[in-house]
């Protein structure tokens, strides 16, 4: 192999080690149609053109996760958060692999009692909301109880709404 391909071999395999991104032809699943945030709930990341042709996908979104219990002052009691750190990967994604995103969430957290308890379906809303409007905050806190509500209403509530 000439050195400059080894070189760019050697380059690529720390990319992915250190970012957890990999190039989208390396990518064995596809996504399921109509199962993405749409372009106008998730804006994307400023690229080149010839970098969004070749954006990497991640092979991680999340490097941690830990839950706390804190008060909520919109619900005015004490409720479980899921406090969330994205890979830097994760925080770079594009509406086209928020599916996968919640799919690595939910088969990491999503059997845990504490988001089973009080479940109002909104935890794949407030990820988007997260990734539209808060994707390079340094944790992502997501309630279960938070209910399932638009694109529009989760933005206007600060990604945080709240059960009627």
């Known amino acids: 192999m000439p050195i400059h391909l080894a070189t760019r071999a050697c380059c ?9 991104c990999i190039h989208p032809s390396q990518q064995s699943t596809p996504h399921a149609p109509g199962t993405q945030a749409s372009s106008s709930e998730l804006s994307s990341v400023d690229a080149s053109p010839g970098e969004a042709a070749a954006r990497a996908r991640c092979t991680r979104y999340f490097e ?3 839950w706390s219990y804190r008060y909520d002052p919109g619900i005015r009691k004490n409720a479980w958060t899921l406090e969330l750190t994205p890979t830097y990967c994760g925080r770079r994604i594009h509406q086209d692999e928020t599916n996968a995103a919640y799919t690595e969430l939910y088969k990491r957290y999503g ?17 988007v909301c997260h990734l ?23 933005v206007a509530a600060g990604c945080n709404p709240t059960p009627r």
């Open 64 to 66: 941690s996760g830990q």
């Open 132 to 154: 539209a409007t808060a994707r390079y905050k340094k944790t992502w806190n997501l309630e279960p109880f938070r209910p399932d509500v638009s694109h529009r209403v989760s």
């Open 111 to 127: 059997s845990d009692w504490r988001w089973r308890l009080d479940n109002g379906g909104g935890m794949r809303r407030q990820l």
């Open 12 to 20: 690529l395999l720390a990319a992915v080690l250190l970012t957890g």
